[in-house]
C-alpha cells in the first residue's frame, strides 16, 4: 500500500475493490481507488474515471474547491428518470498529483456501497480503526445521582481506536425501571444502529447516555442486546474503583 502525504491530506492506494449505485445500477466500480483522507477520521474513495459509468453523468456547471485538494467539477448522475444532482466530483484541477483526473461520490447521495461484496454503511470504514470486543469478569458498576442503574460481573470490553474503552453489560444487569427510551438512534460503519435510553433517577433525566446494538453487524456482533453508557457522564465503577471520566467529543 503506497501513502502519500499533501499537506494535512493522506492518500493512499487501496486494497479492496469498491462499487456504488444507484437504484440498483453501477456507478463506479473498481479495485485500485486511492483512498483521501479529505477528514481525519476516515477515508473517502477516488474511482479512476475509466472504472466510472461517465454516460451516467452530466456537468452541473458548479465547482467545488478545496485549499488541499484543488478543485473538482460537480457532475449530476441520472439513472432512468432518476437524476441526483451534483452526486459526483471530477478532480481536474487536483492538487494531488495523485487524484488528478479521478472521481469521487457524495457518500450520501448514493443509494449503496460495497467493499468486495459486503456493503458498507454511514461512510468508508478507515482501515486502521480496529474494534476488539472482549469476556471480562471483572465487575462494573454504574451510578446516576448516587442510584446504582447497573451492576455486572458478566461484561464485554468493546476497545475502539481514538475511543475510551465501552463498557457493555447484559440487559438482566440493567435497572431498566429508570430507564426511558428515546427515538434517538446513530449509526456507525462497524456497529450498526445504536438505540438509546434516557436515565432519570432524582427527577432530572439525563438523556441519550445508554445505548445498544440489536443488530450490530457482523464484526460486533458479540454486543448484541447488551447495552452500554457514557463513561463521560456517568460514574462507572471497575472493581470497585471509580473510573475518571474521559474527555471525547461525546462528553
Known amino acids: 500500500m503506497t501513502t502519500q502525504t499533501r499537506g494535512r491530506v493522506r492518500v493512499e492506494d487501496g486494497q479492496k475493490r469498491i462499487r456504488t449505485q444507484i437504484g440498483g445500477v453501477t456507478v463506479a466500480d473498481s479495485a485500485n481507488i486511492k483512498m483521501v483522507w479529505e477528514i481525519p477520521h476516515f477515508p473517502t474513495y477516488y474511482f479512476p474515471r475509466d472504472s466510472v459509468r461517465m454516460d451516467l453523468l452530466s456537468d452541473s456547471g458548479e465547482t467545488k474547491r478545496s485549499p488541499a485538494r484543488g478543485t473538482a467539477n460537480l457532475f449530476n448522475i441520472t439513472v432512468g428518470d432518476r437524476t441526483v444532482g451534483q452526486a459526483a466530483r471530477i478532480w481536474n484541477d487536483a492538487k494531488i498529483e495523485e487524484v488528478e483526473g479521478y472521481v469521487s461520490f457524495d457518500w450520501k447521495s448514493m443509494d449503496a456501497w460495497f467493499e468486495e461484496d459486503e ?56 435497572h431498566f425501571e429508570y430507564l426511558t427510551q428515546s427515538e434517538t438512534t446513530t449509526s456507525c460503519p462497524y456497529k450498526g444502529t445504536a438505540r438509546y435510553w434516557s436515565v432519570g433517577t432524582t427527577g432530572d433525566d439525563h438523556e441519550d447516555v445508554v445505548w445498544g446494538y440489536d443488530t450490530p453487524l457482523r464484526e460486533s456482533q458479540e454486543i448484541a442486546g447488551f447495552v452500554s453508557f457514557y463513561n463521560e457522564k456517568l460514574d462507572i465503577y471497575v472493581d470497585g474503583v471509580l473510573e475518571e471520566k474521559p474527555r471525547t467529543k461525546f462528553g
Open 119 to 174: 456493503e458498507v454503511y454511514v461512510h468508508a470504514r478507515d482501515p486502521y480503526t480496529r474494534i476488539d470486543i472482549l469476556q471480562s469478569s471483572r465487575s462494573i458498576r454504574v451510578e446516576v445521582d448516587g442510584v446504582t442503574i447497573a451492576e455486572s460481573e458478566k461484561p464485554r470490553f468493546l476497545f475502539e481506536t481514538g475511543l475510551p474503552v465501552r463498557y457493555y453489560l447484559p440487559k438482566t444487569d440493567v
